[in-house]
T-cell receptor, first 113, second 113 residues
Framework: GAGVSQSPSNKVTEKGKDVELRCDPI?????LYWYRQSLGQGLEFLIY????????KSGLPSDRFSAERTGGSVSTLTIQRTQQEDSAVYLC???????????FGSGTRLTVV | QQQVKQSPQSLIVQKGGISIINCAYE??????FPWYQQFPGKGPALLIA?????SEKKEGRFTISFNKSAKQFSLHIMDSQPGDSATYFC????????????FGSGTQLTVLP
């Protein structure tokens, strides 16, 4: 596609439920990143995928968070047993191999009630 | 530990004025310094970026000034326009395959007509 596509754009869930957020990166981009943006805050790194290499999970805040990337393309971020502090905008970005800049999607706004 | 500090948190400028946003970093391994512009409901978009081998980079009305010894860099928006009203984030990354960006906390710019 022309850009990074994220779905859903908005998600309201009850505390304790699991949620899945989807990211479709730009075709051919080998690197994929997930960031979290809390209200009025900067972007917090969550996880990074590069090709078929093992992902860098160093930013995941707890073991309730996990992500996978299938076939080097689509990625899913899963949050289990959601808590109110998980409410934020979750942003996905992709980047081509080399020194190219990130292209971000529009994000998924997650609200845990 | 916040590795990129951004100021001010908010900025109000008259149309035609100069907007200046400052960032300071701690990690001397950083070698790529982009600025992102974010409109409400959208993901951040790359605006301009600089590497530490130059002290200034200009693209249209946007200029990055970089001071390696002080570990500071700034964004200058000349002839600011109401359409420039957005949130601006500075970021930094080091070399290596991950090139994970560390973001500042953001500056909300309002340009008055």
């Amino acid at each position: 596609g022309a850009g990074v596509s994220q779905s859903p754009s908005n998600k309201v869930t009850e505390k304790g439920k699991d949620v899945e957020l989807r990211c479709d990166p730009i075709s051919g981009h080998t690197a994929l990143y997930w960031y979290r943006q809390s209200l009025g805050q900067g972007l917090e790194f969550l996880i990074y995928f590069q090709g078929n290499s093992a992902p860098d999970k160093s930013g995941l805040p707890s073991d309730r968070f996990s992500a996978e990337r299938t076939g080097g393309s689509v990625s899913t971020l899963t949050i289990q047993r959601t808590q109110q502090e998980d409410s934020a905008v979750y942003l996905c970005a992709s980047r081509p191999t080399g020194l190219g800049g990130y292209t971000f999607g529009s994000g998924t706004r997650l609200t845990v009630v | 530990q916040q590795q990129v500090k951004q100021s001010p948190q908010s900025l109000i400028v008259q149309k035609g004025g100069i907007s200046i946003i400052n960032c300071a970093y701690e990690n001397t391994a950083f070698d790529y310094f982009p600025w992102y512009q974010q409109f409400p409901g959208k993901g951040p978009a790359l605006l301009i970026a600089i590497r530490p081998d130059v002290s200034e980079k200009k693209e249209g009305r946007f200029t990055i000034s970089f001071n390696k010894s002080a570990k500071q860099f700034s964004l200058h928006i000349m002839d600011s326009q109401p359409g420039d009203s957005a949130t601006y984030f500075c970021a930094a990354s080091g070399s290596g395959s991950a090139r994970q960006l560390t973001f500042g906390s953001g500056t909300q710019l309002t340009v008055l007509p």
